[in-house]
Structure formats: C-alpha cells, structure tokens
C-alpha cells in the first residue's frame, strides 16, 4: 500500500518513493562521513598528544666548545709563526674560533662568551697587518691612551658609539712583529686585561720577528 504524505493529501508515487528514499540515503551517507571525519580528527590530535608528550624536555646540549690550541697549533704550522691561545679564566668560554676576514684582513678570531650572562670579547691576530686594521675594525676609532700590561704597551681604544661598532666600548691593540693583536668586544677592561696578559709570551714572541 502506498504511503500517504501529509504534505501532498495523497499517497506518494513510486517515482516520489524513490526520490524520497535516495535522499535519504544522501543524507545518512553524509551525516556518517561526516561522522567519520570528526572520528578521524580526533584520533589524529590524540596521536599528536601522545607524541608531544613522550618527547623528552631540558635544557638543549650546549655545542662543544672549539679546541684553541689544537687549533692554534695547526695554524701554527701553516703560518710559521706563533698564533694566540688565550685564557680568560672561569665563567668564560669559547663559542668560536676561526680564521675569518676581518676589516679586509685574514684573523685569527677567537669569541668569549660568560656562562649565563651577556657579554662578549674577541681576541684576534690579524696576520700580516698594521694600525691600519684596527681603525676598520673599530669604526675609525683613535686611541687617546695606552696601557702596560706584563712590559707589553697596549693602545686603548673607547669607541663613542658601540652601536656602530658591533657593541664594542672598550679594545685594547697592540703590534706583534708581522701581526697586530686585537682585543675588543664590550666586557670589563679588566677582562680584556686579562685576555692581553694571557697571550703576552705569544705576543713577545712575534715582537722578536723581523
């Protein structure tokens, strides 16, 4: 027997019963696909979790630090010439030391960085150069002053502008034979002291090379 529809007062054709029945059919197919994709959705963020999760946390490996005199002693060899290794002492650590161009010049350059704090110094050896290199490196700065460290005379450098000069306020310079030392970067003068006082049998070293 036919069924009735309301909406027509009348029972409904077979032509109607099949239209009605395929749209139904549509429907159920696209509410369970949707369905299935809210399913899916929810399986693929409860993976993420479980991923994220099982990644283990702390603090990243902090890289290896360069080994200077190792390094310093194959430059050593290829320059035929002493070549610095300082020490700036505890608290202070090399994140880079490399032969790098410098103001236009080859240089030995190695950076100091301060566990956990900010600051930083260089010291280069700027090979086969003169005063010259350093008023690159320091943006022109002249030197008003000069200091004795361990019987070796250092010209002090105060840029007025560190913003110009990559944040450096304070360099001590000095020349050594066919090379001229560089000390700089914007730590304590007292540091960089340091640093000079570190390299000064290296230094005399090079004073004595014609």
Known sequence: MARVVAELGRPETPEETAARKAESSRRYRSSKTFRNLIAALLVTVAVVFVVVAAVPRGEPVPRPEPDVPALAADLETDRGRPVLTPSL??????????????????????????????????????????????????????????????????????????????????????????????????????????????????????????
């Open 89 to 210: 002492g505890e608290g202070w650590r090399v994140n880079q030391a490399t032969v790098e161009g410098v103001g236009g010049t080859e240089a030995w350059t190695m950076v100091y960085v301060r566990s956990g704090e900010s600051g930083f110094l260089r010291v280069a050896q700027g090979f086969d150069t003169d005063e010259a290199w350093v008023a690159q490196v320091l943006d022109g700065t002249r030197s008003t002053e000069t200091t004795e460290i361990d019987g070796i005379t250092w010209n002090v450098y105060r840029p007025a502008n560190p913003s110009g000069t990559g944040n450096i306020d304070y360099a001590l310079a000095t020349p050594a034979g066919p090379d001229y030392v560089l000390v700089y970067g914007d730590a304590a003068p007292e540091t960089a002291a340091l640093a000079a006082a570190s390299v000064s049998a290296q230094v005399k070293q090079l004073k004595e090379i014609p």
